[in-house]
């Protein structure tokens, strides 16, 4: 299993908890991101920046994403891509996307979009709280419990 993160937009305190269960599970993480995002000393983390631009980073983990990964992301398009291609997704508030849900959010998602192009002022998500972090370090394991290898980090699983 290889865990891609849409890294733009990912709070920092995730990325933390990704990076600590890369070292403890052997886990391959790689942020991918249209900055530089500094990453720890690991030979199983690694950042990957992509040129600027709309999406840049989104069609780079689509390419690149295989069935059986994990991709972290808030972009419900995104995610909706990756479930076709057979990934987990996670949100960073600990929100599992399946094919089953993935259909009402984008469903919400285009609605939400309606109302602000026809100026009603929706606001933004709400700050990412201590029990937004715990729901995600929480599904996170359970994901890893369930699908992760770890010998596939390290032997014969693909490079990052």
Excluded at 42 to 47: A, C, E, V
Excluded at 59 to 75: K, N, S, W
Excluded at 109 to 117: C, G, N, S, V
Aim: with cysteine.
């Amino acid at each position: 299993m290889q865990v891609w993160v849409d890294a733009d937009a990912c709070p920092v305190v995730i990325r933390e908890i990704l990076c600590r269960a890369s070292d403890r599970r052997r886990l391959r993480v790689t942020l991918v991101a249209n900055q530089a995002i500094p990453v720890p000393r690991s030979p199983l983390i690694r950042s990957l920046q992509v040129s600027s631009g709309f999406d840049v980073a989104d069609q780079e983990i689509v390419r690149r994403a295989e069935p059986g990964d994990l991709v972290v992301t808030a972009d419900i398009p995104l995610a909706a891509e990756v479930l076709e291609k057979g990934a987990y997704v996670l949100s960073p508030r600990g929100e599992e996307y399946t094919r089953q849900s993935i259909g009402a959010r984008l469903n919400m998602r285009d609605f939400m979009e309606t109302l602000r192009a026809s100026g009603v002022q929706t606001g933004g998500p709400p700050p990412l709280s201590k029990t937004d972090r715990k729901a995600f370090a929480d599904q996170l394991d359970r994901l890893l419990t369930r699908y992760h290898r770890p010998d596939e980090a390290t032997e014969g699983g693909r490079s990052p």
